[in-house]
T-cell receptor, first 113, second 118 residues
Framework: QKEVEQDPGPLSVPEGAIVSLNCTYS??????FMWYRQYSRKGPELLMY????GNKEDGRFTAQVDKSSKYISLFIRDSQPSDSATYLC?????????????FGKGTLLTVNP | NAGVTQTPKFQVLKTGQSMTLQCAQD?????MYWYRQDPGMGLRLIYY???????DKGEVPNGYNVSRLNKREFSLRLESAAPSQTSVYFC?????????????????FGNGTRLTVT
Protein backbone atom coordinates (compact mmCIF):
# COMPACT_ATOMS: atom_id res chain seq x y z
CA GLN A 1 0.00 0.00 0.00
CA LYS A 2 1.38 3.41 -0.95
CA GLU A 3 1.81 5.90 1.89
CA VAL A 4 -0.53 8.43 0.28
CA GLU A 5 -3.34 7.61 -2.12
CA GLN A 6 -5.21 10.31 -3.98
CA ASP A 7 -8.26 9.95 -6.20
CA PRO A 8 -6.78 10.55 -9.64
CA GLY A 9 -9.82 12.07 -11.28
CA PRO A 10 -9.99 13.80 -13.61
CA LEU A 11 -12.95 15.63 -12.16
CA SER A 12 -15.18 17.88 -14.25
CA VAL A 13 -17.90 19.99 -12.59
CA PRO A 14 -20.15 22.91 -13.56
CA GLU A 15 -19.45 26.37 -12.20
CA GLY A 16 -20.98 26.85 -8.77
CA ALA A 17 -20.72 23.18 -7.77
CA ILE A 18 -19.29 21.98 -4.47
CA VAL A 19 -16.11 20.00 -5.09
CA SER A 20 -14.69 17.34 -2.78
CA LEU A 21 -11.09 16.21 -3.20
CA ASN A 22 -9.72 13.42 -1.04
CA CYS A 23 -6.59 11.57 0.04
CA THR A 24 -6.03 8.57 2.26
CA TYR A 25 -2.80 7.66 3.99
CA SER A 26 -1.29 4.78 5.90
CA UNK A 27 1.40 6.42 8.07
CA UNK A 28 -0.16 7.25 11.44
CA UNK A 29 2.82 9.52 12.25
CA UNK A 30 1.67 12.17 9.75
CA UNK A 31 0.69 15.34 11.59
CA UNK A 32 0.90 18.07 8.95
CA PHE A 33 -1.48 17.96 6.02
CA MET A 34 -1.21 20.31 3.09
CA TRP A 35 -3.02 21.02 -0.14
CA TYR A 36 -1.04 22.44 -3.02
CA ARG A 37 -2.67 23.81 -6.18
CA GLN A 38 -0.89 23.56 -9.52
CA TYR A 39 -2.05 25.43 -12.59
CA SER A 40 -1.09 24.09 -15.99
CA ARG A 41 2.62 24.59 -16.79
CA LYS A 42 3.25 26.19 -13.40
CA GLY A 43 4.80 25.02 -10.14
CA PRO A 44 2.60 23.98 -7.20
CA GLU A 45 1.67 26.61 -4.63
CA LEU A 46 0.43 26.08 -1.09
CA LEU A 47 -3.33 26.46 -0.78
CA MET A 48 -3.97 25.35 2.79
CA TYR A 49 -2.40 23.38 5.60
CA UNK A 50 -3.78 21.75 8.73
CA UNK A 51 -1.97 20.55 11.80
CA UNK A 52 -3.35 17.34 13.32
CA UNK A 53 -7.11 16.75 13.11
CA GLY A 54 -10.00 19.08 12.49
CA ASN A 55 -11.23 21.58 9.98
CA LYS A 56 -9.76 24.76 8.60
CA GLU A 57 -11.64 27.26 6.47
CA ASP A 58 -10.28 29.94 4.15
CA GLY A 59 -12.88 31.67 2.03
CA ARG A 60 -14.45 29.11 -0.31
CA PHE A 61 -11.98 26.41 0.72
CA THR A 62 -12.26 24.02 3.68
CA ALA A 63 -9.60 21.47 4.60
CA GLN A 64 -10.68 18.55 6.77
CA VAL A 65 -8.53 15.93 8.50
CA ASP A 66 -9.83 12.74 10.09
CA LYS A 67 -6.83 11.05 11.67
CA SER A 68 -8.89 8.14 13.00
CA SER A 69 -9.80 7.21 9.43
CA LYS A 70 -6.49 8.43 7.93
CA TYR A 71 -8.48 10.53 5.48
CA ILE A 72 -8.16 14.16 4.41
CA SER A 73 -10.43 16.26 2.24
CA LEU A 74 -10.48 19.61 0.51
CA PHE A 75 -13.88 21.15 -0.20
CA ILE A 76 -14.37 23.98 -2.65
CA ARG A 77 -17.68 25.85 -2.43
CA ASP A 78 -19.15 27.84 -5.32
CA SER A 79 -16.42 26.54 -7.63
CA GLN A 80 -15.15 28.91 -10.33
CA PRO A 81 -13.44 28.29 -13.67
CA SER A 82 -10.32 29.83 -12.09
CA ASP A 83 -10.26 26.84 -9.70
CA SER A 84 -9.42 24.58 -12.64
CA ALA A 85 -6.05 23.09 -11.70
CA THR A 86 -4.39 19.98 -10.32
CA TYR A 87 -4.72 19.63 -6.55
CA LEU A 88 -1.96 17.79 -4.69
CA CYS A 89 -2.26 16.61 -1.13
CA UNK A 90 0.95 16.40 0.89
CA UNK A 91 1.78 15.13 4.36
CA UNK A 92 4.62 15.24 6.82
CA UNK A 93 5.34 13.72 10.21
CA UNK A 94 7.77 16.37 11.34
CA UNK A 95 7.53 20.12 11.63
CA UNK A 96 10.02 21.92 9.43
CA UNK A 97 10.90 18.77 7.49
CA UNK A 98 9.88 19.48 3.92
CA UNK A 99 12.40 16.87 2.78
CA UNK A 100 10.14 14.31 4.42
CA UNK A 101 7.05 15.54 2.60
CA UNK A 102 5.01 12.85 0.86
CA PHE A 103 2.83 13.99 -2.02
CA GLY A 104 -0.26 12.41 -3.53
CA LYS A 105 -0.30 12.04 -7.30
CA GLY A 106 -2.77 14.88 -7.78
CA THR A 107 -6.35 15.28 -8.96
CA LEU A 108 -7.04 17.29 -12.10
CA LEU A 109 -10.12 19.48 -11.64
CA THR A 110 -11.94 21.29 -14.43
CA VAL A 111 -14.71 23.75 -13.61
CA ASN A 112 -16.85 24.44 -16.64
CA PRO A 113 -18.49 27.86 -17.11
CA ASN B 1 9.82 39.70 -6.33
CA ALA B 2 10.82 36.83 -8.64
CA GLY B 3 10.64 34.00 -6.06
CA VAL B 4 12.20 30.83 -7.51
CA THR B 5 13.61 31.09 -11.03
CA GLN B 6 14.50 28.04 -13.11
CA THR B 7 16.43 27.92 -16.36
CA PRO B 8 16.01 26.70 -19.01
CA LYS B 9 12.23 26.30 -19.37
CA PHE B 10 12.55 23.60 -22.02
CA GLN B 11 15.36 21.31 -23.12
CA VAL B 12 15.76 18.39 -25.51
CA LEU B 13 18.78 16.13 -25.05
CA LYS B 14 20.06 13.06 -26.80
CA THR B 15 20.86 9.98 -24.74
CA GLY B 16 24.29 10.34 -23.17
CA GLN B 17 24.43 14.13 -23.28
CA SER B 18 24.92 16.12 -20.12
CA MET B 19 23.31 19.28 -18.88
CA THR B 20 22.83 21.41 -15.79
CA LEU B 21 19.50 22.78 -14.62
CA GLN B 22 19.81 26.07 -12.83
CA CYS B 23 17.74 27.35 -9.92
CA ALA B 24 17.92 30.59 -7.96
CA GLN B 25 15.72 32.00 -5.19
CA ASP B 26 15.59 35.55 -3.87
CA UNK B 27 13.64 34.89 -0.65
CA UNK B 28 16.70 34.28 1.55
CA UNK B 29 15.53 30.73 2.19
CA UNK B 30 17.92 28.24 3.78
CA UNK B 31 16.54 25.06 2.22
CA MET B 32 16.30 24.16 -1.45
CA TYR B 33 14.99 21.09 -3.26
CA TRP B 34 14.87 19.40 -6.63
CA TYR B 35 11.78 17.38 -7.58
CA ARG B 36 10.71 15.56 -10.69
CA GLN B 37 7.08 15.20 -11.72
CA ASP B 38 5.94 12.40 -13.95
CA PRO B 39 2.41 11.43 -15.04
CA GLY B 40 0.95 8.91 -12.62
CA MET B 41 3.94 9.23 -10.27
CA GLY B 42 3.41 12.59 -8.63
CA LEU B 43 6.23 14.70 -7.24
CA ARG B 44 9.35 12.84 -6.16
CA LEU B 45 12.29 14.38 -4.33
CA ILE B 46 15.64 13.98 -6.09
CA TYR B 47 18.00 15.93 -3.81
CA TYR B 48 17.72 18.61 -1.22
CA UNK B 49 19.95 21.08 0.57
CA UNK B 50 18.89 21.92 4.11
CA UNK B 51 21.35 24.79 4.28
CA UNK B 52 24.23 26.31 2.36
CA UNK B 53 27.08 23.82 2.17
CA UNK B 54 25.01 20.67 2.66
CA UNK B 55 23.23 18.37 0.21
CA ASP B 56 21.40 15.09 0.74
CA LYS B 57 19.76 12.42 -1.39
CA GLY B 58 16.02 12.25 -1.70
CA GLU B 59 13.83 9.45 -3.00
CA VAL B 60 15.22 9.17 -6.56
CA PRO B 61 18.84 10.46 -6.68
CA ASN B 62 20.36 7.98 -9.14
CA GLY B 63 21.69 9.62 -12.31
CA TYR B 64 21.80 13.10 -10.81
CA ASN B 65 24.23 15.33 -8.97
CA VAL B 66 23.65 18.65 -7.26
CA SER B 67 25.63 21.69 -6.21
CA ARG B 68 24.57 24.28 -3.65
CA LEU B 69 26.62 27.10 -5.11
CA ASN B 70 25.62 29.65 -2.46
CA LYS B 71 22.52 30.45 -0.43
CA ARG B 72 20.61 31.56 -3.52
CA GLU B 73 21.54 28.92 -6.09
CA PHE B 74 21.06 25.16 -6.31
CA SER B 75 21.87 23.35 -9.56
CA LEU B 76 20.98 19.86 -10.77
CA ARG B 77 23.28 18.04 -13.17
CA LEU B 78 22.55 15.10 -15.45
CA GLU B 79 25.93 13.62 -16.39
CA SER B 80 24.70 11.14 -18.98
CA ALA B 81 21.03 11.66 -19.80
CA ALA B 82 18.74 8.67 -20.30
CA PRO B 83 15.19 8.51 -21.71
CA SER B 84 13.96 7.59 -18.21
CA GLN B 85 14.96 11.09 -17.12
CA THR B 86 12.38 12.66 -19.40
CA SER B 87 10.29 14.62 -16.92
CA VAL B 88 9.34 18.02 -15.59
CA TYR B 89 11.86 19.19 -13.01
CA PHE B 90 10.89 21.58 -10.24
CA CYS B 91 13.14 23.47 -7.91
CA UNK B 92 11.71 24.66 -4.60
CA UNK B 93 12.86 26.51 -1.52
CA UNK B 94 11.59 26.96 2.01
CA UNK B 95 12.37 29.03 5.06
CA UNK B 96 13.43 27.39 8.33
CA UNK B 97 10.60 25.68 10.21
CA UNK B 98 8.61 28.13 12.36
CA UNK B 99 8.84 27.92 16.10
CA UNK B 100 5.20 27.07 16.88
CA UNK B 101 4.14 23.45 16.72
CA UNK B 102 1.08 24.03 14.58
CA UNK B 103 2.75 26.21 11.93
CA UNK B 104 4.14 25.16 8.57
CA UNK B 105 6.83 26.65 6.36
CA UNK B 106 5.67 25.96 2.79
CA UNK B 107 7.62 25.01 -0.27
CA UNK B 108 7.90 27.74 -2.90
CA PHE B 109 8.24 26.22 -6.36
CA GLY B 110 9.63 27.50 -9.62
CA ASN B 111 7.71 26.95 -12.85
CA GLY B 112 9.71 23.95 -13.93
CA THR B 113 12.06 22.76 -16.66
CA ARG B 114 10.50 20.42 -19.22
CA LEU B 115 13.20 17.96 -20.26
CA THR B 116 12.93 15.42 -23.06
CA VAL B 117 15.67 12.85 -23.59
CA THR B 118 15.54 11.05 -26.94
Amino acid sequence: QKEVEQDPGPLSVPEGAIVSLNCTYSNSAFQYFMWYRQYSRKGPELLMYTYSSGNKEDGRFTAQVDKSSKYISLFIRDSQPSDSATYLCAMSARRGSNYKLTFGKGTLLTVNP
Amino acid sequence: NAGVTQTPKFQVLKTGQSMTLQCAQDMNHNSMYWYRQDPGMGLRLIYYSASEGTTDKGEVPNGYNVSRLNKREFSLRLESAAPSQTSVYFCASSAPGPSSLDSYSPLHFGNGTRLTVT
